[in-house]
């Protein structure tokens, strides 16, 4: 079994900073690329970041300049760090990947979710 769990969430200011991380555990061959989705109240799940196994990232519009997808593969973790946070990036965030398992065994795997809440 795979699991990836996300922490880091929590309430924080307008203009201050959050730093997400997701751990996936298991029995893991592999991990291609890793995710950072947000769904906010209402509204459909939303792309922010990717980073593929090579370290390349991509990010949604409305992040760019403010948000930091980064991993570390020796820990299987990804992490997100988040500044010049705004109101409208509140919603809940999860981790998603692709994992490969010593049964070669290859899944899509989502997080729990973790909460972002940004006051104004």
């Known amino acids: 079994q795979v699991q990836l769990v996300e922490s880091g969430g929590g309430l924080v200011q307008a203009g201050g900073s959050l730093r997400l991380s997701c751990v996936a555990s298991?029995?893991?061959?592999?991990?291609?690329?890793m995710h950072w989705y947000r769904q906010a109240p209402g509204k459909q799940r939303e792309l922010v970041a990717t980073?593929?196994?090579?370290?390349?990232?991509n990010y949604v519009d409305s992040v760019k300049g403010r948000f930091t997808i980064s991993r570390d593969n020796a820990k299987n973790t990804v992490y997100l760090q988040m500044n010049s946070l705004k109101p409208e990036d509140t919603a809940v965030y999860y981790c998603?990947?692709?994992?490969?398992?010593?049964?070669?065994?290859?899944?899509?795997?989502w997080g729990q979710g973790t909460q972002v809440t940004v006051s104004s």
């Open positions: 298991g029995s893991i061959f592999s991990i291609n690329d």
């Open positions: 998603n990947a692709i994992i490969t398992t010593h049964a070669r065994a290859t899944a899509n795997y």
């Open positions: 980073i593929t196994s090579g370290g390349s990232t």
